[in-house]
């Protein structure tokens, strides 16, 4: 379409990131200008907020993710809902920062993925093919109507049909902001699943090695808000897992946990460590006659020792680590920080923040990256992540014409 490639050929453009993860804060909406592509490109981050669910919503969508309580009318009807959340998000970003719609040229969206099959490690078979597949809520095409604003997501889809995994895609974002010369580092996020890349020195977007580590604050929320009876969502800055103590037995019996022995590439989500993970959790805490804050330490060591073990089974072979660098909503829990700075003592642990990249606002700029490579019809998917069998252009789009 004329006005597509007339906007890929701008020098510089305008464009809006929005993304809810699997932690289910919110929809996070950035305003970036951005200019070039792949490992060329170059921003600037010109305004962040985050749209929070409310409680009603947060409810709502939490019933999908439990066979006993989704059903196709629900999951339709929040395919719609979270398109109108995104669309208010990606206005009220764009307002913030003292600019109006029309002068946007772009959505990235990552939609709230409710149902993952990794392609590349856990393909099913059904009816003679062997596939992978996903189902994420966000109408792209709401977004779009309500914010005139062409929009890309649904990135994932396309790398699950070229045999891949369909995530983690924070290779190309990773790259574009933390590669260094003379350092190989690891950038970690710590969200309801944890993912790391190892950004090596030497070498291309190619050469990065990556996947989800497993669970990041899944299991922990999941315990608080158990053992809280929902009063509580989150520890906060880790005061419940500081004042515990880890329990060993219970911490080895699910380090035995077939995804944390499982080799990459490899993705995570709500399928591996949600609800039904966290019952598991909590049942085999009160066997075990744990108090309160020593289950939830228990589940932090949890989150920290998939990472570490994932590094030394994963990373460490492949290359010297010079340094981690922590993001999302885990790098504010203080416990988990210790933790990880205690399991790896060689390694300097440092936090987004200390690059000058909000924790918050990082995943929704990756959704700039990632449809500003789809726009100029460029390859944004990462194969040694993801376990594609080749580069591929992700993203469906929903276009805008603008005469």
């Given at each position: 379409?004329?006005?597509?490639?007339?906007?890929?050929?701008?020098?510089?453009?305008?464009?809006?990131?929005?993304?809810?993860?699997?932690?289910?804060?919110?929809?996070?909406?950035?305003?970036?200008?951005?200019?070039?592509?792949?490992?060329?490109?170059?921003?600037?981050?010109?305004?962040?907020?985050?749209?929070?669910?409310?409680?009603?919503?947060?409810?709502?969508?939490?019933?999908?993710?439990?066979?006993?309580?989704?059903?196709?009318?629900?999951?339709?009807?929040?395919?719609?809902?979270?398109?109108?959340?995104?669309?208010?998000?990606?206005?009220?970003?764009?307002?913030?920062?003292?600019?109006?719609?029309?002068?946007?040229?772009?959505?990235?969206?990552?939609?709230?993925?409710?149902?993952?099959?990794?392609?590349?490690?856990?393909?099913?078979?059904?009816?003679?093919?062997?596939?992978?597949?996903?189902?994420?809520?966000?109408?792209?095409?709401?977004?779009?109507?309500?914010?005139?604003?062409?929009?890309?997501?649904?990135?994932?889809?396309?790398?699950?049909?070229?045999?891949?995994?369909?995530?983690?895609?924070?290779?190309?974002?990773?790259?574009?902001?933390?590669?260094?010369?003379?350092?190989?580092?690891?950038?970690?996020?710590?969200?309801?699943?944890?993912?790391?890349?190892?950004?090596?020195?030497?070498?291309?977007?190619?050469?990065?090695?990556?996947?989800?580590?497993?669970?990041?604050?899944?299991?922990?929320?999941?315990?608080?808000?158990?053992l809280t009876n929902g009063q509580l969502h989150y520890d906060k800055d880790?005061?419940?897992?500081?004042?515990?103590?880890?329990?060993?037995?219970?911490?080895?019996?699910?380090?035995?946990?077939?995804?944390?022995?499982?080799?990459?590439?490899?993705?995570?989500?709500?399928?591996?460590?949600?609800?039904?993970?966290?019952?598991?959790?909590?049942?085999?805490?009160?066997?075990?006659?744990?108090?309160?804050?020593?289950?939830?330490?228990?589940?932090?060591?949890?989150?920290v020792e998939s990472i570490a073990l994932a590094y030394e089974r994963y990373?460490?072979?492949?290359?010297?680590?010079?340094?981690?660098?922590?993001?999302?909503?885990?790098?504010?829990?203080?416990?988990?920080?210790?933790?990880?700075?205690?399991?790896?003592?060689?390694?300097?642990?440092?936090?987004?923040?200390?690059?000058?990249?909000?924790?918050?606002?990082?995943?929704?700029?990756?959704?700039?990256?990632?449809?500003?490579?789809?726009?100029?019809?460029?390859?944004?998917?990462?194969?040694?992540?993801?376990?594609?069998?080749?580069?591929?252009?992700?993203?469906?789009?929903?276009?805008?014409?603008?005469?």
């Amino acid at each position: 379409m004329y006005y597509l490639a007339e906007m890929a050929n701008k020098p510089e453009r305008l464009a809006v990131g929005l993304m809810s993860g699997s932690s289910l804060d919110g929809v996070d909406a950035v305003l970036m200008r951005v200019k070039g592509n792949g490992e060329n490109t170059s921003f600037d981050m010109l305004e962040f907020d985050c749209l929070p669910f409310d409680a009603d919503t947060k409810a709502r969508i939490l019933e999908l993710f439990e066979y006993d309580t989704s059903t196709i009318d629900k999951v339709t009807i929040m395919n719609v809902v979270l398109g109108e959340l995104y669309a208010k998000a990606a206005l009220w970003v764009i307002a913030k920062a003292g600019y109006r719609p029309e002068e946007v040229d772009l959505i990235g969206a990552w939609p709230l993925a409710v149902y993952h099959i990794p392609g590349r490690n856990r393909p099913i078979d059904v009816l003679g093919f062997r596939i992978g597949a996903v189902l994420q809520l966000g109408e792209i095409n709401v977004i779009a109507e309500r914010t005139g604003i062409t929009t890309i997501g649904s990135f994932c889809a396309r790398d699950l049909a070229a045999g891949g995994n369909g995530a983690p895609l924070t290779g190309v974002g990773d790259y574009i902001l933390f590669h260094h010369s003379e350092r190989n580092r690891v950038v970690q996020n710590i969200g309801g699943i944890g993912n790391a890349n190892l950004i090596p020195a030497h070498g291309g977007m190619d050469n990065v090695i990556g996947f989800d580590t497993g669970p990041g604050n899944m299991v922990i929320d999941a315990m608080v808000r158990h053992l809280t009876n929902g009063q509580l969502h989150y520890d906060k800055d880790g005061k419940m897992a500081i004042d515990g103590t880890v329990n060993k037995e219970v911490l080895e019996h699910f380090l035995q946990e077939p995804y944390i022995q499982q080799a990459p590439p490899k993705a995570s989500g709500r399928e591996d460590f949600g609800e039904h993970f966290a019952r598991r959790f909590l049942a085999k805490a009160r066997e075990k006659q744990l108090a309160d804050n020593d289950i939830v330490a228990t589940a932090t060591a949890f989150t920290v020792e998939s990472i570490a073990l994932a590094y030394e089974r994963y990373l460490m072979p492949h290359a010297s680590l010079d340094e981690i660098i922590v993001g999302g909503g885990g790098a504010l829990n203080l416990a988990l920080m210790k933790m990880l700075r205690q399991r790896l003592p060689q390694i300097p642990v440092k936090v987004d923040e200390e690059y000058g990249i909000s924790s918050f606002a990082k995943e929704a700029m990756y959704m700039v990256f990632l449809a500003n490579e789809t726009l100029a019809g460029r390859p944004n998917n990462v194969p040694s992540i993801t376990g594609a069998s080749r580069s591929v252009v992700t993203g469906l789009i929903a276009p805008v014409y603008r005469p």
